[in-house]
């Protein structure tokens, strides 16, 4: 109960706040890329229940002659790498917080197809809601493997508590000042998680 009230407050003061950074990327998406400015996804949230999860665009729809996406390097723009660099295509998720389908803090919510991938330890990064920020990502962020990345997950779902969301949520400014953990060398995303079958 008080780390949803955390998170309401969190998500209403940062909405607040933040609304006119908001709106001045609202409107460079839209010169960069043009319509859609959000991305919008479906990932499983609490217990694996799906949910649209809405952030600010950084690729072009861009295609292959055969209708199939580009690899994502030759998608995202320089100014979506930037937008990524500096995490500032995350902030509408706070949208996500305050409907209840996310938290401030949280593991980080994947892709639908990795759900029959996971081993059941793996699978308990469900327990809890996705979050905008979460322990992986100020212990490395994308440049850390998956096997890290989930324990780390897992590490924070068995110690969480208010005082460990304020902490990760200040380490993670600092982390997104720095530019810190964005990508593993010669990547721009996370790789594809392709499972382990570990049970």
């Not at 009230?5 to 909405?15: H, K, Q, R, S």
């Not at 509408?92 to 059941?120: A, F, I, T």
């Not at 997950?153 to 810190?180: C, G, H, M, Q």
């Amino acid at each position: 109960m008080m780390k949803r009230a955390f998170d309401i407050c969190g998500a209403v003061v940062g909405l607040l706040l933040l609304s006119p950074i908001l709106l001045i990327i609202f409107f460079m998406v839209h010169r960069d890329m043009g319509s859609p400015i959000l991305f919008r996804q479906i990932r499983p949230g609490k217990n694996a229940t799906p949910f649209e999860m809405v952030k600010f665009r950084s690729m072009r729809d861009a295609a292959d002659h055969n209708g199939m996406h580009l690899p994502d390097d030759e998608r995202l723009t320089a100014f979506g790498r930037k937008l990524r660099a500096s995490s500032l295509d995350e902030l509408p998720e706070l949208w996500n917080v305050l409907k209840g389908e996310m938290s401030l803090v949280g593991p980080r919510p994947l892709l639908m197809e990795y759900l029959p991938l996971y081993s059941s330890e793996q699978a308990r990064r469900m327990d809890v809601r996705p979050g905008i920020t979460g322990w992986a990502q100020i212990n490395g962020r994308n440049a850390v493997g998956w096997d890290e990345k989930f324990a780390l997950d897992i590490w924070y779902i068995d110690n969480r508590s208010v005082w460990l969301d304020i902490k990760i949520l200040f380490l993670t400014v600092r982390r997104v000042l720095a530019r810190d953990g964005i990508s593993a060398e010669g990547q721009v995303t996370m790789s594809k998680f392709k499972g382990n079958f570990r049970r």
